[in-house]
C-alpha cells in the first residue's frame, strides 16, 4: 500500500459552497393517513419552512410510503437535536416509519475506487472540483498507479493497494484499514475487481457501482466487441448498489445512446465511456442529496 501526498492543484475552481441551515429528512415505513401532517407539525413547531418535499406511496392503503423533506431554520445546527428528539417522539406515536435526518452543510465523505481505466474516475473529480457534486472526495484506492499523477493534480490522496489473483483479502484488510470511520460511501469508477461478501458486511457504508452496459446484456470482458458483433441499436450503462450477487443490487440510474451498423468498437467504446459518466455522476449526486431510498431490490429516486 502506498500513498502519494497531494499538493493543492494550480487553478483549482472554488469548492462547492455548502447549504447552510438546511437539513433533509427521509421518512419511510408503512403508509396511513395523517404522516405528512405529523412530520410538518414538527418542523413547524421548531421555525423550520419546509424548502422542497417529494412523497411516494406504491399503495395508498397500506403499502409502502417514502418522503423526502429538505427544510431550513436560522441556527440549524443548534436546533437538530431537539427536533430530532421530537420526530422521534411523534413518529413513534402510532406509524411505523424509519427515517434519517442530516445537516446538509456537511457533505458525504466518498472513496473512489479505480483500475486503469480512468474516464469515470476524473469525471467524478472534476465535477467535484466545479462544485457539481456535494460529497468530500476522502481518497482514491487503486489496484494500478496509473493515474496516481492524475488525482494528485486534484489534490486527492492516492492509495496503491495491489490486488492480484483469486484471493483478495490481503487487499481488503488494507482497504478496510483505509476506510473504516472514514468515508460515508464508496464509488467504484470501473474498477476491475469484484468485492467479496465479507468486505461488503464489514465496510458497512452504501456501495456504488457502473456497469459498461444496460443490465441485463453483454457481461463479461469487451462487451463493446460483443456488442458490435451482435449489431446492436442501443448501448448504455447502469450505475447501481453494490450487494454479494454481482451485478444485481438495487439500480439508481441507466442511460442508453442510439448507435447503428456503422459504428466501430472504438466509437462504440468512446460513446459508452460518455453514457458511464453520466450516468455514474447522476447515480452520486442523487445518493450524496439523499434522494436515493432502498426498497428491498429496487430504488425510490426522488430527483
Avoid at 465479507?198 to 441485463?216: A, C, K, W
Wanted: proline letters at 5%; charged letters at 20%.
Amino acid at each position: 500500500m502506498t500513498l502519494t501526498q497531494n499538493a493543492p492543484a494550480p487553478h483549482q475552481a472554488p469548492p462547492m459552497q455548502p447549504t447552510a441551515d438546511q437539513a433533509v429528512l427521509i421518512v419511510h415505513g408503512r403508509d396511513r393517513t395523517g404522516i405528512v401532517a405529523a412530520i410538518s407539525t414538527v418542523l413547524g413547531r421548531h421555525g423550520a419552512n419546509i424548502v422542497s418535499l417529494d412523497q411516494y406511496s406504491d399503495d395508498p392503503h397500506g403499502g409502502a410510503f417514502f418522503q423526502r423533506t429538505v427544510f431550513g431554520r436560522p441556527d440549524l445546527k443548534a436546533a437538530l437535536p431537539a427536533i430530532e428528539e421530537d420526530l422521534r417522539q411523534e413518529l413513534a406515536n402510532g406509524f411505523e416509519l424509519e427515517y434519517t435526518l442530516r445537516d446538509l452543510s456537511v457533505p458525504k465523505r466518498v472513496a473512489i475506487f479505480a483500475s486503469k481505466t480512468d474516464h469515470c474516475l476524473l469525471d467524478l473529480l472534476w465535477r467535484n472540483r466545479r462544485g457539481e457534486l456535494p460529497v468530500n472526495v476522502s481518497m482514491v484506492i487503486s489496484n494500478h498507479a496509473d493515474s496516481a499523477d492524475e488525482v494528485r493534480s486534484f489534490g486527492i490522496p492516492f492509495f496503491h493497494v495491489p490486488s492480484q489473483g483469486a484471493d483478495k483479502s490481503a487487499a481488503e484488510a488494507q482497504h478496510l484499514q483505509l476506510l473504516t470511520g472514514n468515508v460515508d460511501f464508496i464509488v467504484l469508477a470501473r474498477y476491475m475487481q469484484i468485492l467479496s461478501g465479507e468486505f461488503i458486511e464489514r465496510v458497512g457504508v452504501p456501495i456504488i457501482n457502473i456497469h459498461h452496459s444496460f443490465l441485463p446484456a453483454f457481461i463479461g470482458a469487451d462487451p463493446y466487441a460483443k456488442a458490435r458483433q451482435r449489431g446492436v441499436k442501443l448501448i448504455g450503462a447502469t450505475a447501481h448498489y453494490v450487494t454479494e450477487d454481482l451485478d444485481e443490487g438495487p439500480i439508481i440510474e441507466q442511460d442508453v445512446v442510439r448507435v447503428n451498423h456503422a459504428h466501430t468498437v472504438a466509437e462504440l467504446r468512446r460513446q459508452g465511456a460518455d453514457v458511464e459518466r453520466s450516468v455514474l455522476s447522476r447515480a452520486v449526486l442523487w445518493h450524496a442529496e439523499d434522494r436515493v431510498i432502498r426498497h428491498g431490490n429496487h430504488t425510490i429516486v426522488f430527483q
